[in-house]
């Protein structure tokens, strides 16, 4: 009866751990993007896109050089950039204001608390797949050739 009830013990903890664990995954978060507007990650998020450095960045404004606005949303995605170790004056005169004038929304992660949940390499862009707020899948992105042609491909 013993082994019944701690096995049974074990599989409730199992269980709680798990679904502790799919708490921390899912749990929401909001940034502010170029234009101090808000965006809370939600279930209709598939992709993620994320920059840890402005060499990551770069990738990911190449990759859109032309398109057009709303290209992005379109996929269901959504670009995070960790402006973390910008000083913060050189942020709020000269990088934000020159995000304004891209084609797609930025999401800027100032502290950084949102892109160290999704670990990558910080020369490159972590495409992160997402369903229901779960990650599903994630690689990364060297090439802006590459990663222009995998967001075709998503919106198609």
Known sequence: MKRVAGAVGLILLSGLLHAQEAAVVRAPWTLLDQFDQAYTLNDELHILLVARSMDGAKILKQALEGKTKGYLEARN?????????????????????????????V????????VTRY?????????????????????EYSDPIELEKA???AGQ
Do not use: E, H, N
Request: aromatic fraction near 8%; charged fraction near 20%; charge should be negative.
């Open 77 to 105: 995605a959504i670009f995070v950039a960790d402006v973390s170790q910008m000083p913060g004056l050189i942020a709020t005169l000269f990088a934000i204001p020159a995000m304004q004038d891209y084609t797609y929304r």
């Open 151 to 153: 967001l075709q491909q």
């Open 119 to 139: 670990p990558g390499a910080s020369d490159t862009v972590l495409w992160v797949d997402l369903q229901d707020g779960l990650v599903k899948a994630q690689r």
């Open 107 to 114: 999401l800027l992660d100032r502290q950084p608390r949102v």
